[in-house]
């Protein structure tokens, strides 16, 4: 199993940028996957970036171009760049690690984006 603790969140004005960290308890040089999801008050999580232990990334639609997930395997951290924020960014943002049959997922940090 794995522990996750996120840090980063933070309240940024529209066109701002912040960085998400998410530190694992253990090493996630092996982990299947590294993602970060979102999700918003009334609104079902959805996930925003996804690393896999090769490297390889995925981005929603919806922060293509904006976001970018990385890892450092050393410091057991993955992060979230997040540039050119938008108010509808505005969610408590979730640290998530697949280890194939499980699932475990951080606390959530809120980040909230002002007009």
């Known amino acids: 199993q794995v522990q996750l603790v996120e840090s980063g969140g933070d309240l940024v004005q529209a066109g701002g940028s912040l960085r998400l960290s998410c530190a694992a308890s253990?090493?996630?040089?092996?982990?299947?996957?590294m993602g970060w999801y979102r999700q918003a008050p009334g609104k079902q999580r959805e996930i925003i970036a996804h690393?896999?232990?090769?490297?390889?990334?995925n981005y929603a639609a919806s922060v293509q171009g904006r976001f970018t997930i990385s890892r450092d395997n050393a410091k057991n951290t993955v992060y979230l760049q997040m540039n050119s924020l938008k108010p509808e960014d505005t969610a408590v943002y979730y640290c998530?690690?697949?280890?194939?049959?499980?699932?475990?997922w951080g606390q959530g940090t809120q980040v909230t984006v002002s007009s």
């Open positions: 998530n690690a697949d280890l194939g049959s499980t699932n475990y």
């Open positions: 690393i896999t232990s090769r490297g390889s990334t």
């Open positions: 253990r090493s996630i040089f092996s982990i299947n996957a």
